[in-house]
Nanobody
Framework: QVQLVESGGGLVQAGDSLRLSCAAS???????AGWFRQAPGKEREFVAGITWSGGIAYYSDFVKGRFTISRDNAKNMVWLQMNSLEPEDTAIYYC?????????????????WGQGTRVTVSA
């Protein structure tokens, strides 16, 4: 089992930055990690993912060049640096992990989820 706890969300203005953190505990070895988000009335969507080694990162088109995912396995931490935030980025952001080295974009493939952290971007 893996436990995930997100933090770092908040209310910001368009153009601002936020850094989301995800603290992992339990059997974390070998888990790829991802960030997903869910806006009101919309389905949960993939934002970014990173392999277990941290050597490969994947991004959805709508965050490329603005968001950066990173991890430190020694600290059991995953981060999502979000720059140039837009009102469309408003959502609850979830950290997720799957017991495989590789990243996939389907939420169904992730076995472990945090409780989410809310990000609100005002115009």
């Amino acid at each position: 089992q893996v436990q995930l706890v997100e933090s770092g969300g908040g209310l910001v203005q368009a153009g601002d930055s936020l850094r989301l953190s995800c603290a992992a505990s339990g059997r974390t070895f070998g888990n790829a990690a991802g960030w997903f988000r869910q806006a009101p009335g919309k389905e949960r969507e993939f934002v970014a993912g990173i392999t277990w080694s941290g050597g490969i990162a994947y991004y959805s088109d709508f965050v490329k060049g603005r968001f950066t995912i990173s991890r430190d396995n020694a600290k059991n931490m995953v981060w999502l640096q979000m720059n140039s935030l837009e009102p469309e980025d408003t959502a609850i952001y979830y950290c997720a992990a799957r017991p495989e080295f590789a990243v996939v974009t389907s939420a169904l493939e992730y076995a472990y989820w945090g409780q989410g952290t809310r990000v609100t971007v005002s115009a």
